[in-house]
């Protein structure tokens, strides 16, 4: 039975199954993707390859619907925030496709020894490992800046969403991009590691669990290869007590509850200031609770199913781990019955630093909630943290957010606004959250020989 295999976890039918590629034809993909990185179409004009990503997203566009349709039915996401994601790695594809040029174009350096300036070159294959809670954008980060600046890709997409894999190299192909610059390749963990170890890849990029991105890290350094990741994230949503409630409710039951709470950068933990704790608890504990389960393809549904049968398994089994070290269940904490991978929105309490749950990354509606007394122990909570991905601070002083803002130890931070993304700003983390950054000017300089080059004078 294949690896590959697309199951609705709404109602857990299977869909259909990829048959999985084996070493003959990874080699081979490597070996066509190599040839195209020392070919005119990586190393000569620019031109070209933009036109493939205007065409690119052209077509993601005229396929929106489709594509959110095929991923609703894969992993589970509600169709509206589906058709989201289609449309910002349409965004992303066109962003890159108006502003790469210059980004790469040569940087002048002042210097008492000649004249000298940084050039950006493509450096060669680049491995990529991409997790399904956004099977299409987590796969555009990597392809828009590297087809840009001439890096083919290797992609191995995680095994639940074998569909979006398999229609994101078709649409690269029909806009025109030759072979071998995005290859999609059902494979193993092994035979990943056996491409970073090959000579000709220079790179590998991934988006995944902490355990994933030790393992492809490992691999990678010893082989010397650059590597970018982004890893989990156990991201705080601080309340303040001058804060406007009744956004932050609305923005933080959002947050929690968006992709089924399948979010790296969503509000995971969620500290209130004392003054204004009870407040917000009862309405955020209302908005959570009104949401409606159902089949991600209804407009009506606001809670779709966890992504797999295995996920929610996993979140069960957290919660409970979590409540026999002492955190207190306010409400929800077990999966709905019935059909599909549905569990309840929760909130838990009473986490203690003692509590293995403390530390830990819910990948489901779960929210952990937390009272302070002032900026300062807000601030410590929210770093007392193995993470370092992303957070909020809500707040009417915009002075005191920045402030805090700038203490909170993580890779982005949004005042009076959930965590976000956007083409032109840059996404990363810091601690076990990862390191490197995609999207914005420094994605596509990740993977960049970044050249001096010198005239004496």
Request: glycine share 8%; proline share 5%.
């Amino acid at each position: 039975m294949s690896a590959y295999q697309s199951i609705n976890p709404a109602n857990n039918q299977l869909l259909k199954a990829w048959n999985e590629h084996d070493d003959a034809y990874a080699q081979q993909a490597l070996e066509t993707a190599d040839a195209l990185y020392h070919s005119a179409w990586s190393k000569g004009d620019i031109q070209p390859r933009l036109q493939v990503l205007h065409r690119l997203a052209d077509l993601i566009d005229q396929r929106a619907e489709e594509l959110a349709t095929i991923a609703s039915k894969e992993m589970g996401k509600l169709i509206g925030q589906s058709r989201g994601e289609v449309k910002i790695c349409s965004q992303i594809a066109r962003y890159y496709a108006e502003h790469a040029a210059t980004f790469l174009q040569p940087q002048p350096y002042p210097s008492d020894v000649g004249d000298a300036w940084l050039e950006y070159h493509p450096i060669g294959v680049i491995v990529a490992v991409e997790p399904w809670n956004f099977p299409y954008y987590q796969l555009m980060r990597v392809l828009a800046p590297n087809l840009a600046l001439g890096n083919p890709v290797l992609a191995k997409h995680a095994n639940i969403v074998p569909h979006c894999a398999d229609v994101f190299e078709k649409l690269v192909e029909e806009a025109g991009a030759p072979k071998g610059a995005w290859t999609n390749l059902f494979i193993s963990t092994d035979q990943v590691a056996d491409l970073i170890a090959d000579p000709r890849v220079q790179g590998v990029a991934l988006t995944g669990s902490e355990r994933a991105g030790s393992a492809v890290a490992e691999q990678a350094g010893k082989h010397l290869k650059k590597s970018t990741l982004e890893l989990g994230g156990n991201d705080v949503f601080v309340v303040l007590d001058d804060a406007d409630i009744d956004e932050a409710v609305r923005q933080g039951a959002q947050a929690r509850l968006s992709n089924c709470g399948q979010v790296c950068t969503a509000a995971k933990r969620f500290i209130l200031h004392e003054k204004i704790a009870d407040t917000f608890m009862a309405k955020f504990s209302a908005a959570l609770q009104s949401a409606t389960p159902g089949d991600p393809l209804d407009e009506k549904t606001t809670l779709g199913p966890l992504s797999s049968k295995d996920a929610r398994d996993r979140l069960v089994k957290q919660v409970e781990e979590a409540v026999q070290n002492g955190a207190r269940v306010e409400f929800g904490g077990r999966a709905i019955d019935g059909v599909g991978c549905y569990y309840q929105p929760t909130v838990l309490t009473g986490l203690t630093p003692d509590n293995p749950a403390y530390y830990q990354e819910f990948f489901g509606p779960v929210a952990q909630v937390y009272v302070v007394a002032d900026d300062r122990a807000a601030v410590a909570l929210a770093n007392d943290s193995n993470y370092g991905l992303g957070g909020s601070v809500w707040t009417k002083d915009i002075a005191r957010g920045r402030k805090m803002a700038s203490q909170i130890e993580t890779g982005m931070v949004f005042i009076n606004s959930q965590s976000d993304t956007s083409a032109e700003l840059p996404f990363g983390g810091v601690k076990r959250s990862g390191y490197g950054r995609e999207l914005s000017d420094l994605g596509i300089k990740e993977f960049a020989n970044q050249k001096l080059v010198v005239v004496a004078g």
